[in-house]
């Protein structure tokens, strides 16, 4: 597996990707599929030096991807932050790629300027919870009942990390960080 910047070749994959979450339910808090045209400016965004897409690909296959997206753009004091997202081929879940690609952006995200590093995603993705512990990233907040699927309705969660000195794998190692 190879793990480098995306490029716009690689927009349809993550499109697909991204659906498959969206499909799934309760992955994402979207809940209609998107397309290119209605993720252009998203892309456009992470062209730019500071906010790159990664993906991971084997063979040519795109199997998941990452990015670091701007946290209140804008907003000078916060450009040190930046949010990290992730999503990994269906077929593909399970093997480490998310892992993968998420350890990839921590141990980068340095080379973009970042300090600090959070991740938004719904309190009932435990799988992706424990993936965020592993990497040193602890529980900063959490905003109960705010997701409603048609009357599944569940919170999000916010887990971050600073960058320098904590662990950057979220290899299992057998501790999880504790918010304190």
């Not at 070749?9 to 045209?37: C, F, M, Q, R």
Request: proline fraction near 5%.
């Amino acid at each position: 597996m190879n793990i480098r910047r995306g490029v716009r070749a690689d927009w349809p994959a993550v499109v697909e990707i991204y659906n498959h979450a969206v499909e799934e339910g309760l992955k994402t808090a979207d809940t209609e599929p998107i397309s290119l045209e209605s993720r252009a400016q998203w892309f456009l965004q992470h062209e730019d030096l500071r906010h790159p897409i990664f993906v991971a690909e084997r063979e040519g296959l795109v199997l998941g991807f990452c990015s670091l997206s701007p946290h209140r753009p804008g907003r000078r004091a916060l450009r040190k932050v930046a949010e990290v997202s992730y999503y990994v081929h269906r077929d593909q879940r399970g093997a480490g790629v998310g892992c993968a690609l998420l350890t990839h952006a921590v141990e980068r995200a340095h080379e973009y300027g970042f300090v600090h590093l959070f991740a938004l995603l719904l309190d009932v993705n435990q799988q992706s919870i424990r993936m965020l512990e592993r990497a040193g990233f602890y529980k900063w907040g959490h905003l109960p009942e705010v997701a409603d699927f048609d009357g599944v309705v569940c919170g999000q969660v916010i887990y971050g990390r600073q960058l320098p000195g904590a662990p950057s794998s979220c290899a299992s190692n057998g501790t999880v960080p504790v918010a304190t």
